[in-house]
Structure formats: C-alpha cells, structure tokens
C-alpha cells in the first residue's frame, strides 16, 4: 500500500500546501495512522481516498499547532486542482504523458530540465554545465515547459 499510494500522498499534501520541512513527517504519519488503525483495504480508489482524507487531517492538525490554519477557500482550490489532476487513476495518466512528452524533446531541453527539476541546480549552474548563457537557459527552460504543457494535454485530450 505504501510503495502504490506514497507519491499520490506526497503530491495532494504538496497541492494542499505542505511546507516542505513538514512534508516527509506527514506522509509517514498518514501510514502509520492507517497501518495503526483498523483499515480495511476496499481497492485502490478508495483506498487513495480514504489516505487523502487522513492527510488533510493530519495537514490541518499540524497547521493548526503551528497556528498556520490555511483558509478554506485554498483548501477548496487545492481540492479541485487534485481532483482535475488525480483523476480516477491517482495521476498516473498524468504522470505517462509527461513521460512520453519529455522523450519527445531534443537533448539539450530534456537535459536542462533534468538540471533544474531533477537535480535542482539554479540557472547560473545550469548555463555552465549547458555551456549556454542564463537567459539561453530561462528560454529553453520557458519554451520545453510550455512544449511539455502543450504535448500533456493533447495526449490527456485523446
């Protein structure tokens, strides 16, 4: 259950507004909450649902000690934002699209995204490594994500 809901958990908690020093702490905590409880195991949607519940619990709680509460008007956005992503499958056509899009790209794109997503570099680091200037950098990074933006929606579309 872990290893199939984790990221899905990651990704609503991200979406609902988790600081990231708390991010790691709450996604444990939903599954230990869950494994500690009398769960029962009703198939991956409700499943899916029920772990996002607890999370938003936990979410608010924690926001709540830190005396942090996120208005309700957020929440309902970060609802619905979830929910269009989420879909019926977790976010997992999503998630396809984007790789299928990105081997679409040419190298020098796919690698400077990589920099600055994956490895987290700043763009100054990434010109260096691309051998590119900075706002070579801000372009192609600009243009790929619109591409990716583009290419996910028309995938997602048929």
Do not use: N
């Not at 926001?63 to 942090?68: F, L, P």
């Not at 899009?101 to 490895?119: F, H, I, N, P, Q």
């Not at 051998?131 to 996910?152: H, P």
């Amino acid at each position: 259950m872990i290893l199939r809901h984790q990221g899905a958990v990651r990704g609503y908690l991200v979406a609902l507004g988790c600081p990231a020093h708390l991010l790691d702490d709450l996604v444990q905590d939903v599954f230990l909450s869950v494994l500690g409880s009398a769960f029962e195991d009703r198939g991956p949607a409700s499943t899916a649902a029920f772990l996002r519940t607890v999370a938003r619990h936990l979410f608010l709680k924690t926001m709540q000690r830190e005396r942090r509460e996120p208005r309700a008007s957020e929440l309902a956005l970060a609802e619905g934002a979830w929910e269009e992503f989420a879909g019926s499958d977790g976010g997992d056509s999503y998630v396809a699209a984007l790789r299928d899009c990105l081997r679409g790209l040419r190298d020098r794109a796919r690698d400077a995204l990589e920099l600055r997503y994956g490895k987290r570099l700043r763009r100054e680091a990434i010109a260096g490594k691309l051998g590119m200037s900075e706002s070579g950098v801000k372009s192609i990074l600009v243009r790929s994500k619109k591409l990716l933006r583009e290419c996910v929606e028309r995938r997602l579309a048929s």
